[in-house]
């Protein structure tokens, strides 16, 4: 299934969904959408980095809820999530979506992935094609070969796939995998938007 085909399945589960190209249609796709003075909070997300979103929102007029800005403390992040359930757009990305048009995510605290179900007004994902398997199975091996490990070294986790490269289903303290999370479907329609971009981004 091409990309375009995938989008109009997303599109079908009341996720409006576009394909571009780069990072820069990325960016010029998220200015048009978020307007100035909006309030803007963003999930854990290296391809947010990867593709410039985190500077971008930063330079912008925006009301940004930055849980990356230098100097927070672990009270003030976790402030900082709470108030990101009011935002008006909420950015991430997700560790695989399937041919189905579902999106699936595994968490450790649960911030980014209740944000993405419920609260914000909108959710904008940031989806490189390298994410797109075909089914729930294939979904739940790429976050145990790729996804988790990738994350948990990033986060600099004691966890055995730090070390194996692959999930050994750990009950480490630092245990990544706390929830698994699918999203089939949206009730209040065009809430969530599945951004496709063929350019690599992320694990
Ligand atoms: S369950 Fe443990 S070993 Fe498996 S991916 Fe998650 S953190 Fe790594």
């Not at 189905?100 to 993405?116: F, L, Q, S």
């Not at 729930?136 to 600099?156: G, M, S, Y």
């Amino acid at each position: 299934m091409d990309l375009q085909t995938l989008a109009t399945v997303f599109t079908n589960n009341h996720m409006p969904s576009v394909v571009l190209k780069n990072k820069e249609d990325v960016l010029a796709y998220l200015r048009e959408q978020i307007v100035d003075e909006s309030t803007v909070a963003v999930g854990g997300s290296t391809t947010l980095f990867q593709f410039g979103i985190i500077d971008e929102l930063r330079s912008r007029n925006l009301n940004f809820y930055d849980r990356y800005a230098p100097g927070l403390t672990p009270a003030q992040i976790q402030e900082v999530f709470h108030h990101s359930f009011n935002a008006d757009a909420y950015i991430a990305s997700a560790n695989a979506v399937t041919l189905k048009g579902e999106i699936v995510n595994i968490d450790r605290t649960g911030n980014r992935v209740a944000a993405m179900m419920y609260g914000p007004k909108k959710v904008y994902l940031i989806v490189s094609a390298s994410k797109v398997v075909k089914d729930l199975d294939e979904a739940r091996e790429r976050i145990r070969r790729v996804a988790a490990p990738k994350n948990a070294q990033r986060l600099n986790l004691k966890t055995p796939c730090v070390q194996t490269g692959y999930c050994m289903d750990c009950e480490s303290p630092d245990r990544l995998c706390a929830f698994e999370t699918v999203i089939k479907r949206q009730a209040i329609k065009d809430r969530i938007h599945v951004i496709l971009v063929e350019e690599q981004g992320g694990f």
